[in-house]
């Protein structure tokens, strides 16, 4: 059960997180906590399955970087592993299921095409699943999202 404070917590760190020598120290003034505590908020958040990972967001084009959407059709009673072995990969980063056909959708940013294809020739071999479909973007539309948590 998220209190208040969790709440006003996971609103600020989305779209907000303090760019400072001591974040928590920041974040919790503004949520009239200690700098310990917000982090031990934090951090319970995330092993309790509330937050995945507290990290920074980049612009991967503009650092150079290419990305692609994909998509797998994995049996049912494999889902779990498969998508182990997806997200065993540092450049992975989204990994969801979706009912229906394919049904595991992930997003792989890397330096190259060429390490992409290198990276899903690595997870269909490791999986066993074929063809991983590699929807590369012919425009990118990126809209901000935050989840706002209301009480």
Same mark, same amino acid.
């Given at each position: 059960?998220?209190?208040? #404070?969790?709440?006003?917590?996971?609103? /600020?760190?989305?779209?907000?997180?303090? #760019?400072?020598?001591?974040? =928590? &120290?920041?974040?919790?003034?503004?949520?009239?906590?200690?700098?310990?505590? &917000?982090?031990? /908020?934090?951090?319970?958040? %995330?092993?309790?399955?509330?937050?995945?990972? %507290?990290?920074?967001?980049?612009?991967? /084009?503009?650092?150079?970087?290419?990305?692609?959407?994909?998509?797998?059709?994995?049996?049912?009673?494999?889902?779990?592993? %498969?998508?182990? #072995? *997806?997200?065993?990969?540092?450049?992975?980063? !989204?990994? =969801?299921? /979706?009912?229906? !056909?394919?049904?595991?959708?992930?997003?792989? #940013? &890397?330096?190259?095409?060429?390490?992409?294809?290198?990276?899903?020739?690595?997870?269909?071999?490791?999986?066993?699943?074929?063809?991983? !479909?590699?929807?590369? &973007?012919?425009?990118?539309?990126? *809209?901000?999202?935050?989840?706002?948590?209301?009480?």
């Amino acid at each position: 059960m998220l209190d208040a #404070i969790d709440k006003d917590l996971l609103n /600020r760190i989305q779209g907000d997180f303090p #760019i400072s020598a001591d974040p =928590y &120290a920041d974040i919790g003034r503004s949520l009239g906590i200690s700098a310990d505590e &917000a982090l031990s /908020r934090v951090q319970r958040l %995330v092993k309790t399955g509330v937050l995945r990972k %507290v990290g920074p967001f980049f612009d991967a /084009r503009k650092m150079g970087y290419t990305s692609t959407l994909c998509a797998m059709d994995v049996p049912e009673d494999r889902l779990d592993i %498969v998508a182990s #072995i *997806v997200s065993s990969y540092p450049q992975v980063t !989204h990994n =969801y299921y /979706r009912a229906g !056909h394919p049904n595991l959708w992930f997003t792989v #940013i &890397a330096e190259s095409k060429e390490r992409i294809e290198e990276i899903l020739s690595g997870i269909s071999r490791k999986s066993s699943i074929n063809p991983i !479909h590699n929807l590369n &973007a012919k425009k990118m539309f990126k *809209v901000k999202v935050d989840l706002k948590v209301g009480e």
